[in-house]
């Protein structure tokens, strides 16, 4: 039995699709062990969100890429191609964003739970997220759209990466002593 944490973002609460997400996971066989709303301060989801360079490279080249793909000229749009600067940009807009309303945590148990919650969730990135995921069926948006409009995707739900690590843990552990501090492990 393993455990992962998902967050359904503001974007999605306030579309209210809370119930359409967690119905997804509890037929999937997944139990929710902890659940509560989260509205907290953009101090506290900088502290959440890596900010090493590593993820701001990694985040600065999917726009990139998206930008490259659709022709679209970064760095008049942006004002930089540095994908370390861009990664940095987003990173602000999602921090404004996820301090911008109610979200619902919720730590979910289960039989390969890691895997199961990643790939219900589908690709980071709605455009690449296969049909029947989350990311794909649910968000209407699109990283053109939201480099557009200088906002982060608005791609519904947040999964621990069972692959990352902060401060020497892993993703989730990390993420889950923040969001519930009380919940032993």
């Excluded at 997944?30 to 101090?43: G, N, Y």
């Excluded at 008049?76 to 404004?96: C, H, N, P, S």
């Excluded at 790939?119 to 939201?146: H, Q």
């Excluded at 791609?155 to 919940?183: Q, T, W």
Aim: with cysteine; net charge neutral; hydrophobic share 40%.
């Amino acid at each position: 039995m393993q455990k992962t944490l998902v967050i359904v973002k503001p974007h999605a609460v306030i579309r209210g699709l809370t119930g359409e997400i967690i119905s997804r996971f509890e037929r999937m066989g997944l139990k929710i062990l902890a659940i509560k709303v989260v509205h907290e301060p953009r101090e506290f989801w900088n502290e959440f969100y890596p900010s090493d360079d590593t993820w701001f490279k990694s985040v600065g080249t999917k726009t990139l890429e998206n930008c490259k793909a659709f022709g679209i000229d970064v760095a008049k749009r942006l004002g930089t191609d540095d994908a370390g600067k861009i990664g940095l940009m987003v990173k602000g807009w999602l921090l404004d964003h996820m301090a911008s309303g109610s979200a619902v945590a919720m730590v979910l148990g289960g039989n390969e739970a890691l895997t199961k919650v990643r790939t219900a969730c589908g690709a980071t990135l709605p455009n690449r997220a296969v049909p029947g995921t989350i990311r794909f069926e649910l968000s209407t948006d699109s990283p053109t759209l939201a480099n557009e409009e200088k906002r982060p995707v608005y791609n519904i739900v947040h999964a621990s990466d069972p692959e990352e690590m902060r401060d020497g843990v892993s993703a989730f552990d990390y993420e889950i002593k923040l969001i519930f501090p009380d919940l032993t492990a």
